[in-house]
């Protein structure tokens, strides 16, 4: 069955570096998305993407976050400059159409130090 | 403010119960409602999605979507031990490109 995947599954970085998520959508999905879960919180909406651009974005993707598609299967969140409050679970999503069920990949945990 | 509320419980039922999950949202145009649960540590897992009025039933599952009062559930047969882990309600809201998590509920289910 196909599935989403993400890499790295555990990221740890020092404050102000720059660190990439990567995600590995289904190969028929079109809609992309990004969501973060500190722990012990809900899971927030960060972005989703379509058609090669940002679709919409969350008042937590700031000049600080970035997404990418760099070929026909990666999508990449990149972290600019990495703070404390940055650290959470980094879910990547993808679903086949607008509306549609979405499906998430393990996640990525992010620690800053 | 767009919003999706949950109770947070936990919500503890005995095995071979029916648990009964709510969520209420509060974008009057959501089109697609989402029931999720999540185990400790791990991603999300799709269970049902749900996108007009009525009910939907997939196995032990349940959803129940009411857009006048806007009020979506989940009802879960003969629930197990298993199933014991937070439920979560997601809405797409407005124009369908983002997705509004609600806190969840933590479910348990005694054997």
């Known amino acids: 069955e196909p599935e989403v995947t993400q890499t790295p599954s555990h990221q740890v970085t020092q404050m102000g570096q720059e660190v990439i998520l990567r995600c590995v959508p289904i190969?028929?999905?079109?809609?992309f998305y990004w969501y973060r879960q500190i722990l012990g919180q809900k899971v927030e909406f960060l972005v989703s993407?379509?058609?090669?651009?940002?679709?919409?974005k969350s008042e937590i993707f700031d000049d600080q976050f970035s997404v990418e598609r760099p070929d026909g299967s990666n999508f990449t969140l990149k972290i600019r400059s990495t703070k404390l409050e940055d650290s959470a679970m980094y879910f990547c999503?993808?679903?086949?159409?607008?509306?549609?069920?979405?499906?998430f990949g393990p996640g990525t945990r992010l620690t800053v130090l | 403010q767009k919003e999706v509320e949950q109770n947070s419980g936990p919500l503890s039922v005995p095995e071979g119960a029916i648990a009964s999950l709510n969520c209420t949202y509060s974008?009057?145009?959501?089109?697609?409602f989402f029931w999720y649960r999540q185990y400790s540590g791990k991603s999300p897992e799709l269970i049902m999605s749900?996108?007009?009025?009525g009910d939907k039933e997939d196995g032990r599952f349940t959803a129940q979507l009411n857009k006048a009062s806007q009020y979506v559930s989940l009802l879960i047969r003969d629930s197990q031990p298993s199933d014991s882990a937070t439920y979560l309600c997601a809405v797409n809201m407005g124009g369908g490109f983002k997705t509004i998590f609600g806190a969840g509920t933590r479910l348990f289910v005694k054997a």
């Open positions: 749900i996108y007009s009025n």
């Open positions: 999503a993808s679903s086949e159409a607008l509306l549609d069920e979405q499906f």
């Open positions: 993407f379509y058609n090669n651009e940002i679709s919409e």
């Open positions: 190969s028929n999905h079109l809609y």
């Open positions: 974008d009057r145009v959501s089109q697609s």
